[in-house]
């Protein structure tokens, strides 16, 4: 029996954040200043044809599936990718802990810009709508900061894991990483997070707070065929 992980998009866009979703037919995917990622009930031409018709120009669908994704029709794939799915309550942060704020829309165009620098995944303009935010500040300056994005059924994902450069080593991570993991078990509900299987230094981080790897997924980035996003995409 599949696991509501297994299809984290789908099962967050049919659960707890169904009234965010566009839906065509068999597809669904988040408004695409919220998030990129979609997904579908399954891979048949039918709703390919579907996903095609909720993507506007130069925007991507990236799906998390558990097997590859192979597109029909007006659809290509832009970039094909792994990822580790793990979950867990990160430990809690020893030492001196660094003063937590919460984050909100006032902070936006600071929070875009930290995660345009370090590049943690997607975060578009309202990304930081999906769930609590927290940072920390150094100086007025936006330091570190980490939040919720995708919310499947009683499941909660960390997301924007970011340190500016200038404040690396000081374990500001770890201690975001613990106090938003335990915002979302308070609530009853079971932490989790997806990094890209190549980024072993992060593995590491998170293999060290105590998480665990629970499967890896296909990330498929998909494109309309015409658009030529592969070029467009960042290298």
């Given at each position: 029996?599949?696991?509501?992980?297994?299809?984290?998009?789908?099962?967050?866009?049919?659960?707890?954040?169904?009234?965010l979703a566009e839906i065509s037919g068999p597809a669904r995917r988040y408004p695409a200043d919220v998030a990129p990622f979609a997904d579908m009930a399954d891979f048949s031409p039918e709703?390919?044809?579907?996903?095609?018709?909720?993507?506007?120009?130069?925007?991507?669908?990236?799906l998390f599936t558990p097997e590859a994704v192979v597109p029909s029709g007006p659809l290509e794939?832009?970039?094909?990718?792994?990822?580790?799915?793990?979950v867990g309550l990160p430990s809690a942060f020893e030492g001196e802990v660094p003063d937590i704020a919460p984050l909100g829309e006032a902070d936006a165009p600071q929070m875009r810009a930290l995660a345009e620098l370090t590049r943690p995944g997607p975060f578009g303009p309202r990304t930081h709508t999906l769930g609590r935010f927290f940072g920390i500040r150094v100086d007025g300056r936006l330091a570190a900061m980490?939040?919720?994005r995708m919310t499947p059924a009683d499941c909660t994902e960390m997301t924007a894991v970011c340190v500016h450069p200038d404040f690396r080593g000081r374990r500001f991570a770890q201690a975001l990483l613990a106090h938003v993991?335990?915002?979302?078990?308070?609530?009853?509900e079971t932490p989790f997070l997806h990094v890209f299987s190549d980024n072993a230094s992060a593995i590491a981080l998170y293999k060290r707070q105590g998480m665990t790897i629970r499967r890896r997924l296909h990330v498929t980035v998909l494109g309309?065929?015409?658009d030529n996003l592969k070029e467009k995409m960042p290298h």
């Open positions: 029996m599949a696991h509501l992980l297994d299809r984290p998009i789908w099962t967050a866009l049919t659960t707890r954040q169904a009234p709703s390919f044809a579907a996903l095609h018709a909720l993507m506007r120009a130069d925007e991507p669908a990236v794939i832009v970039m094909a990718a792994t990822g580790e799915q793990m980490t939040g919720e993991s335990r915002q979302i078990a308070a609530r009853g309309r065929v015409g």
